[in-house]
């Protein structure tokens, strides 16, 4: 990987500037200008990555904040940081919202403070980075596939919120289709260069998402024009929704990071997998925020109440493998609508793309009951003698949990490998690369039988 390019431009070359380049130089590409037009010319003739910025060119009379927007202008991806003799809170915050993604003092620390600032910054960058990529990878969905009153109904209140900014809340199970009605919200505006952003709320502390959302290149900023999508808003502190609901309902209010007005231009879409129910009932929901949302609220239906979209769902996901044209008998779709699917519409589809594979090495194109059934069977990571499960909601996450799972996912791959191996603990353990004294004590910890002692006398064959 390129070593990051940093370019500095300060005016003068005295001991504090000496030390920097003596420092960063061992670590990033360092070069340095002693005026604006000359740094300018290197921005110009040659790629760098992060510009530090004196905040008062006094030789040249030049004040660095008022060269920034010209700077955002011409590099809109440059990362640059003020760099000041000065602690001044309000020409702080007047850096950063002219563009600067960082201000340091000019103090003992500030070296050991670029070292830790810059990485950060280029980090905060990659999330603009990674918003352009993820545009492109938002499936072209206009509405939702199926011939259910659900369908019907939900897509005409897609095509009801198209066009507008107004906020939207979806709410559903696990796997029912949010983030599709999401995308398709986002799509009516049939312009693929607006930006669609995704936070999932419930791998951020607060602190954190209070920085991902309304720092300066945060996400409210990177949404502009387009729509930004909080996911699992369940999570969300109390003191975070009021701050929504005062943005929601207010033309401009306070940045709660840097303290200055602040206007959002674009839809807010939060998702949940919380009913309206228990949305009413629960103390973990600030009032004023639930009601910001009133009249604007999809609730996705779980697939077990909507069987007549099986049939289309599944023949829309059968279409995406290319290989070969690929339907369902009439057997394999009552078998279909016939099932509880807690996992929803993504365990349909991750059973319907096994289906699909499988289907590769055969001549005919139909899959039927027979095929459907091996490959449930196939996908099942624990057998019925295991009496556990893959976590539904983000609330079922937790440590003990994980523990458990991995546990018995691994007592019931040995125990099969013993069944494949014939109770052999010399070939079973050599296909998997344990030694045989690991083997078993691998078996003692999870109580599962020495093979010895199931069949102390049976002829082992030859595998």
Known sequence: MDKIRILSIDDEDNYFQQSVRRVLSSRWNYETSLTFENG??????????????????GKQSRNGIELLPQLKSEFPQLII??????????????ALQHGASDYITKSDSAISDL????????????????????????????????????????????????????????????GSGKATVAQALWNTRDD??????RIRIFESEESELMNELFLPDGAFVLAKGGDLVLEGIEFLSIKLQKILTTLISSSTFKNPITESPFRFEGRLICTTEESSERFANSDRFCKSFLDAFVGRQIHIFPLRDRI??????????????????????????????????????????????????????????SIDTPDILRCQKSSQLINHNYNISLPLRATDL??????????TCEKAYLQKALDLCNYDP??????????????????????????????????????
């Open 426 to 463: 010399h070939i079973c353990s050599r296909k998997l690369g344990f030694s045989r004294s690991t083997f078993y004590r691998r078996l003692i910890k999870l109580s599962l039988p020495v093979p010895s002692q199931i069949v102390p006398n049976q002829k082992k064959k030859s595998l």
């Open 192 to 197: 693929p260069s607006r930006p669609f952003y």
């Open 398 to 407: 937790n440590s003990k949990k994980f523990m458990q799972f991995t546990e």
């Open 81 to 94: 940081i003020m760099l000041t003799y000065s602690g001044d809170f309000n020409g702080i915050i007047q």
């Open 115 to 174: 070292q830790i600032r810059i990485p950060e910054c280029l980090n905060r960058l990659s999330k603009d980075q990674r918003l352009r990529v993820f545009q492109k990878q938002v499936p072209k969905v206009r509405e939702l596939i199926g011939l259910s009153e659900f369908v019907r109904s939900t897509n005409n209140m897609i095509q009801k919120f198209a066009g507008t900014n107004l906020p939207v809340l979806i709410s559903g199970e696990n």
């Open 40 to 57: 300018l010319e290197k921005l110009r003739s040659s790629h760098f990555d992060v510009l530090l910025l004196d905040k008062d060119l």
């Open 308 to 365: 007549d979209d099986i049939h289309s769902l599944s023949l829309n996901f059968l279409s995406h493998y290319k290989f070969k044209q690929l339907s369902l008998t009439d057997s394999a779709v009552e078998y279909l609508k016939a099932q509880k699917w807690p996992g929803n519409i993504s365990q349909l589809q991750s059973l319907l793309k096994l289906c699909a594979t499988d289907m590769r090495t055969k001549e005919r194109t």
